[in-house]
């Protein structure tokens, strides 16, 4: 879908339809709103009068104009309370919209900027969330259905203003947007792609093709790579499958004159979890081509990165295999030795996120990164904790976690710091390496991002638990069932925070 911007009339418009909106409560029309309902003689005035409109967040109304005016429709958008207006509410607004008409059929679509000047959000702001909520929204993954042609499509979205200045600043929100929503599809159509196809080698490819697409630094290890870099850690999970791992890593460039203005991105790239040895159960199993959603996250959010152009340095590192119980597989009982020399007994095969990023966590330090998130779809205990809304997060540094958190609440995607303790370190003490990849029942998700903290050396860091957001169970404002694409949007904005 094309989403454009322009000077113009709402009620001489010749699309399909058009969006306007109302807040909560609100009797007095004002603006394209009112214009349109003068234009069709009080129909939207008549409709709240009756009680059939009230501007209740996501109600939408569809009026048919009996050629009362050009467009044919006019959708009447409910905002919510004016108190509770946000960014996100913006964002929701247009998905559900442009999802709405296309139910319908409708293709070209004209719409008011939703807000604007409202509640301290400036033009940029809303044509940011708008471009990211209306593409978001209509994000479908239809390559493997066979007769894919016969949904309809929405293919454009004009966002209309009488006042030139405002259209201005509407259009820099607009293509920061877009490009922002094409990261938030890269990740979700990489975590959608079956296990079979998204491979490591596959992953590997991708990254290539980002990097040339907005020019990044790219290099991927192999095994051999890693074997003389002594990563045990991740070799020991890759050594039971027969696909061959990579460690793929992206350099953006964006201040190079302060290399200490550096951000390190990392993601859990397991293409596919079955546990291992400790193999889980089919329905434990079933989403598990979904457990390199954190690899993908940071591989589209330097796309991202990479054309916005924050005046700051960005490393990315990817641990990509999957986690098989082939014949080579290792064993509960095994130990292995890490990177940087830190030895882990293996208590479980199934917790394997921990074991490959504590690898490339070492890796990163050995770059000399000093500010590092990770983000992984680490444990099911974090669904436990924080069901589906909330990502998890855990660091070392108050600092940090706090800018994560600003970030997540920037791109409307929620986090909630989780403690870290040394009192929790006894659990995952072990009789004969220096550690245990697994500390028992209680706790898990600390646990887990504990262990993956003991390699961060003396950097900030920060562990983002994506196991709940990463997918949606239904169809919600802009995240229509399936790979959410948690948390691309909120690493693009901490990357701009820092530049
Ligand atoms: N990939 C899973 C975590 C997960 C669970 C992600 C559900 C998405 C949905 C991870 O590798 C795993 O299996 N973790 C174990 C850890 C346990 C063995 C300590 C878990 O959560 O049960
Ligand atoms: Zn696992
Ligand atoms: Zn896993």
Redesign the pocket.
Known sequence: MDVKVSVGDLTKWSGGAIVVNIFQGVKELGGATGAVDRALDGTISGLIEDGEISGRSGEMTLIHTLGKMSPSRVLVAGLGKQTDFTADTVRSVAAISVRRLRRSAVQRVATIAHGADIAGLDAETVGRAMAEGSALGLYRFDKYKTDSNDHPSLDELTILDLDPDKVAELEGGVSQGIIVADAVTLCRDMVNEPANSMTPTRMAEVALEVANDCGLGIEVLDRPDMAEMSMGALLGVAQGSNEPPKLIVLRYEGDPEDEDNHLGLLGKG?TF?S?GLDIKSAAGMA??KG?MAGGAAVIAAMNAIGHLKPKVNVTAIVPATENMPGGRAQRPGDVVRTMNGKTIEII?T????RLVLADAVSYARSLGLMKLVDVA?????V?VALGKAYTGAFGNDQDFVDEVVAAGDQAGERVWQLPVYDGYDRQYKSDIADIKN?GGRNA?SIIGAQIIGEFSDGASWVHLDI?GTSTSDSDGGYNPRGPTGTPVRTLIVLAQQMG
């Open positions: 397991i979890d546990g989403r598990m457990d479980n199934d917790a394997e996120g779809t680490l444990t099911g205990a669904v697994t898990g196991a």
